[in-house]
């Protein structure tokens, strides 16, 4: 129930007793572009409200339905995967490994650059966490030392950290930099600056070997690669070299080649390991589930393509990452939307 007011413009001079003097229904476009009688004294927004809810009233035990099922056939699926993953002999080489007595230096550092806290939605944040606890893991376990360095490591990743991993204070051999930004931690020099290569699956520039003296960046972000060409352009913008890791030359894989930042880490700390063999780091890293054997890659779209990031699972225990926990469109069920525009 809502009551009728008339819409007073600031010159009206009628009585609010006399219906006689009420202003006529307003006529608008509904989003049909049907002509609908607004209620007088309505505004065309809250009109658009009520009838997002009352579609929502409507149509919302169907939606919990459907939402009870698809979670019902992910369960089912995400079983059979681990269940498959099990038996791959590959896929459990680096989760094997004991942690070494002492590492090889590998010559190589690596940069995470987590300059993109507005860009992420808190999930995001929370599966970038999960993602540098899973690098920091695979440093410490990795035969060869790769350094390992997280720049701007502040605001709401910071504020995680501190929240649900505080002993992160205390992980040795991990250089964290609150405050210094990618940039402010390059080398003023040109010829030292040509050492460091940022990492970003946009580019035809491929790696063949890790070079020793070089240094790699990767991009800190979560973000079912929403924002395309984000690394490049800020590599661009920077003045450094660009290289994507060569995947399509020694794997086949069922969506695009966008890595998760930790699976980046985890196959260069593997690629040492391997005597620098890619396709045993990249099979050793990427879930089997992601992979696909002897079979002809589709082409990618030119637009960047739609298929999915590859996102690493979480551990168990710790949160679900972005992609697990949102809905298929990122979206979770409360009250309609009402971001209506007129
Ligand atoms: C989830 S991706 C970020 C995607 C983001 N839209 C972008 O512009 O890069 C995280 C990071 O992993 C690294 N990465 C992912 N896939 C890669 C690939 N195929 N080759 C090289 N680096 C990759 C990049 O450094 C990238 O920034």
Same mark, same amino acid.
């Given at each position: 129930m809502f009551r009728i007011l008339p819409q007073i413009s600031p010159t009206s001079t009628y009585s609010m007793s006399d219906p006689e003097q009420l202003p006529e229904p307003v006529q608008v476009n509904d989003a049909k572009r049907q002509k609908v009688e607004l209620p007088p004294g309505m505004s065309k927004n809250a009109w658009k409200k009520l009838q997002k809810q009352k579609?929502?009233?409507?149509?919302?035990?169907?939606?919990?339905?459907?939402?009870?099922?698809?979670?019902?056939?992910?369960?089912?699926?995400?079983?059979?995967? #681990?269940?498959a993953e099990k038996n791959d002999e590959n896929?459990?080489?680096?989760?094997?490994?004991?942690?070494?007595?002492?590492?090889?230096? #590998?010559?190589?550092?690596?940069?995470?650059?987590?300059?993109?806290?507005?860009?992420?939605?808190?999930?995001?944040?929370?599966?970038?966490?999960?993602?540098?606890?899973?690098? $920091?893991?695979?440093?410490?376990?990795?035969?060869?030392?790769?350094?390992?360095?997280?720049?701007?490591?502040?605001?709401?990743?910071?504020a995680r950290f501190e929240k649900s991993l505080p002993d992160?204070?205390?992980?040795?051999?991990?250089?964290?930099?609150?405050n210094d930004t990618l940039e402010e931690l390059l080398p003023k020099d040109a010829e030292e600056l040509s050492k460091f290569v940022? !990492?970003?699956?946009d580019t035809e520039e491929e790696i063949d070997t890790l070079q020793e003296g070089y240094t790699y960046i990767m991009g800190g972000i979560v973000d079912k690669n929403r924002h395309k060409q984000l690394c490049l352009n800020k590599a661009k913008k920077l003045g450094l070299k660009v290289?994507? !890791?060569?995947?399509?030359?020694?794997?086949?894989?069922? #969506?695009?080649?966008?890595?998760?930042?930790?699976?980046? $880490?985890e196959i260069m700390c593997m690629c040492f390991e391997l005597n620098h063999d890619w396709e045993k780091a990249f099979n050793?890293? !990427?879930?089997?589930?992601?992979?696909?054997?002897?079979?002809?890659?589709?082409?990618?779209?030119?637009?960047?393509?739609?298929t999915e990031s590859v996102e690493p699972e979480d551990k168990k225990g710790e949160d679900s990452s972005a992609s697990d926990a949102e809905g298929e469109n990122g979206e979770s069920e409360s009250e309609p939307k009402t971001s209506e525009t007129n």
């Open positions: 579609r929502w009233d409507e149509q919302k035990d169907e939606y919990r339905q459907k939402r009870r099922e698809k979670k019902k056939i992910a369960r089912v699926n995400k079983k059979l995967r #681990s269940e896929y459990h080489l680096q989760a094997k490994r004991e942690k070494p007595q002492s590492q090889i230096p #590998s010559g190589v550092s690596v940069i995470m650059d987590c300059e993109f806290d507005e860009l992420m939605s808190d999930k995001e944040i929370v599966s970038l966490s999960n993602q540098i606890t899973r690098c $920091y893991s695979a440093k410490r376990h990795s035969t060869h030392e790769v350094d390992l360095v997280i720049s701007t490591f502040n605001k709401r990743l910071k992160y204070k205390l992980w040795q051999n991990l250089t964290i930099k609150e940022y !990492l970003t699956a290289a994507r !890791l060569p995947i399509g030359k020694y794997i086949q894989m069922n #969506s695009r080649h966008v890595l998760a930042t930790s699976h980046v $880490y050793s890293v !990427l879930p089997p589930r992601k992979l696909r054997a002897g079979i002809e890659e589709p082409k990618e779209k030119s637009d960047g393509g739609s």
